[in-house]
C-alpha cells in the first residue's frame, strides 16, 4: 500500500452538520476517485478542531492549510488547484489563528491531544493514541483501587466543572456499599461552554477509559452520562463508542479478563440549567423533577438511588487516562503548584479567532486573549471579560493579568469556574450585558426555594429600571443587597452565585450604571 501523500482532516460538528459536510465530504470523495487519487489522498471526519463561525472547516495536511466556510462548489478548487497543483486556494483559507500561532503549536494538549487527530468513531485509532493504556496497566500491574486514588490525589488534579474540588479527595470520601455509582456530568449548560461537547464528540474512548478508572476507584459498577440533550451528535458518538468498547470487552463484565465490571448508560438532560447541579441531575435520572436536593448528606455518601454516587466532570474524568498512565508527578509538571494539568477553555465575543484552546492553568488572561484568541477583533480596545459564564465575573483591564487558575482568580473575587471567556470591546454595554444574564438566572431558576424565585425576579425589575434609564444609585445598592441574601439562604448554588456577576460589574463598571441611572433625568 502506498503511503497517502496528503491527509484531509475535516471537523465534524454540530455547526458543520449544519453547514453540509456530510455533502462536502462526499464530494471530495468523489473528485479525488474521478481523479484517481484516493490512493495519495485520504479523507478523515474527526471532531471539533476548535475553530467556530466557520461552518465546514478543512485542514490539508502535510501543509496545515486551514479553509472555513467550505462549500461543494470549492471541492474542485481544492482537489484540482491545492491537492493536484500545489496552490493553496487563497479565498477559502482562513488566517493564521494568532499572530504568536507559535505559542498555538507549542502548547500541551493533555485533553485535547486526540481531539481533531484521530477519527472519533474508531476504536482502532483510539488505542493506537494511548485509549485503554491507563485502564490495562492498572490491571497489569494490580494497583488497588486505594492506589489509584492516592495517585489521583498526588497529581493534584482539581474538578474542572467549575468548582475546582480535588478529585482524589472527593473519591475518597465514597461512603462504602454494596452498590455505588459514577456520574459522568456531561450536562455544560453555562452559557459560553462548549468544551465538552469537544470531548464527547472528538475523543469519547478516552471518557469511557476515565469512567472506567474511576469507577474502579470507587468500587461502582454502572456508570451514567448525563448528557446535554440538544448535543445529538456527542449522544451519537458516545452511543456508538459505548457500544463498541462493550463488544471489544472494555465494557461490560470482566473487562480485559479481569475482576472488573463496569457499564454506562446515557441520560439525556432536558435543558435545565439546575440540572447541571449534581443533586438536581441526580433527581433528574432519577426520574423526578430537577429540584437540587439540601447538602448535606452529599453525593459521595446518600447519591442515586440513595446509593453513593461520584458525580464528575468531563473534562475531570478526561484527565484521569494520562495522570494513571504517566503518573503524578508528569501531571503536576504542567500548570501551578495548586492547580496542576490544563484548562479547556471557550473563547468567544470580541477576539479575532473564537474557538477552544487547551492551555496550562495559571496562564494569564492577556495570553490567553492575545496570543491563543488571536487579540481584539478589528484592533479595538478590551473592555472586559466575564469568566466563568453567567455564574461567573467580569475582569476588567486591572485583571488581565491575572493567573488564571481556581486559587488565583479568587483573589480578585472571580471564579475559573467552566472555562468560559467572554471578551467584549469597548462598544459593549456591561449593563445589558448584566441585564441579560439577570434574565437567565430568573427564567432558570427551579423555584423550589423562596430567596432564589423571588430574588432573581427582583433582581430583572430593578435591572429592567436601570436599562431604561428610570433607575437610581439606591437601586444598584438594592440589587447588591438582594443578591447578598440570595447567596445566603439559597438552596443552592444557583442562586448563591447571582452575586459574583453583580458585584464584579458593579466593582469595575460602577460609573457606567450610575450614568444610565441618570439617563431619563439627564435627557
Ligand atoms: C446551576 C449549576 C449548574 C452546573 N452545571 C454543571 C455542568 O453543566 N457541568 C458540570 O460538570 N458541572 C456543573 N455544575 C457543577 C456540579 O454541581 C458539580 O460540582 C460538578 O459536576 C462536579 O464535577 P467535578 O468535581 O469534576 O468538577 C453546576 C453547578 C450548578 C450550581
Known sequence: MRLARSHLLLSVTDEALLAGVRDVARALRAALVDRGLVEEVQVFETGDLGIVGHGVVLVVHPDSVTYGDVTVGDVEDIVDQHL???RPVARLRIAPRSPASAALAERP???????????????????????????????EEGIAPKGVISEIQRSGLRGRG????????????????????????????????????????????RLIEGMLIAAYAIGASKGYVYVRGEYALSIARMERAIEVARTAGLLGDHILDSDISFDIEIKKGAGAYVCGEETSLIESIEGKRGYPRLKPPYPGA???????????????????????????????????????????????????????????????????????????????????ALIGGAAGAFVAEDGLDLAMDFDSLLEYAAVLGSGAVLVVDEEASIVELLHGILRFFRHESCGQCAPCRAGTARLVDLSSRVLDGGGTEADLDRMIDVAETMQAASLCPLGQSVILPLRSALRSFRPEFEARCGAVLSS
Not at 119 to 129: F, R, V
Not at 332 to 337: D, P
Not at 369 to 384: P, T, Y
Open 302 to 384: 446518600v447519591g442515586l438511588w440513595g446509593r453513593p454516587t461520584v458525580v464528575n466532570n468531563v473534562e475531570t474524568l478526561a484527565n484521569v487516562p494520562p495522570i494513571v498512565l504517566h503518573g503524578a508527578d508528569w501531571f503536576r509538571s504542567f500548570g501551578t503548584r495548586s492547580c496542576p494539568g490544563t484548562k479547556v477553555y471557550t473563547i468567544l465575543g470580541h477576539v479575532a479567532h473564537p474557538g477552544l484552546i487547551e492551555v496550562e492553568m495559571g496562564t494569564p488572561l492577556r495570553r490567553i486573549i492575545e496570543d491563543f484568541g488571536g487579540g481584539m477583533r478589528d484592533g479595538r480596545r478590551f473592555k472586559a
Open 162 to 205: 467549575g468548582a475546582g474540588f480535588p478529585t482524589g479527595l472527593k473519591w475518597s470520601f465514597t461512603a462504602p456499599g454494596d452498590e455505588k455509582y459514577l456520574i459522568c456530568n456531561a450536562d455544560e449548560g453555562e452559557p459560553g461552554t462548549f468544551k465538552d461537547r469537544l470531548i464527547l464528540e472528538g475523543d469519547p474512548h
Open 109 to 139: 494538549r493533555i485533553v485535547l491531544r486526540n481531539c481533531g487527530v484521530i477519527d472519533p468513531e474508531s476504536l482502532d485509532e483510539a488505542i493506537a493514541t494511548g485509549a485503554y493504556a491507563g485502564i490495562a496497566k492498572v490491571i
Open 84 to 86: 493536484v497543483k500545489g
